[in-house]
């Protein structure tokens, strides 16, 4: 993978063994352009909790970026996207393995992604 525009970057990782098992995480990296400095979009996007999520558990996600507007997240399991400010609550309805995408704009209008998986168990 080569990342070669100034910005924060989420890409997926995927990593595949021979007999099919498959672990998936997101890697963030920070490209800079020197001529910019530091003005450009960095941050996370925590939530809690982070264990024992079951289908209908409020998860509370923090914001936690800068320099970024227009935010908006989707939380992956097919419900509609939202406007995203410092915090927002969703309780996922099915078990699984979510990808959570926050998303926005820089200072130079270049897009911005954070991306979390939050793992919703099945209830006993």
Avoid at 66 to 93: C, K, Y
Wanted: hydrophobic share 35%; charged share 30%; proline share 5%.
């Amino acid at each position: 993978m080569v990342l070669e525009t100034p910005r924060w970057h989420a890409e997926e990782l995927i990593v595949k063994t021979e007999d099919g098992v498959e672990d998936r995480d997101a890697v963030h990296v920070r490209v800079y352009d020197v001529r910019r400095g530091a003005d450009m979009a960095t941050g996370w996007l925590h939530y809690w909790p982070s264990r024992e999520i079951v289908p209908g558990t409020p998860v509370l996600f923090c914001n936690a970026t800068s320099n970024v507007r227009e935010t908006r997240i989707d939380f992956g399991d097919g419900s509609a996207s939202e406007t995203m400010g410092r915090e927002i609550r969703h309780a996922f309805e099915k078990a699984g393995l979510h990808t959570v995408t926050l998303s926005g704009k820089g200072p130079g209008d270049e897009p911005v992604t954070v991306k979390v998986r939050v793992h919703v168990r099945q209830a006993f």
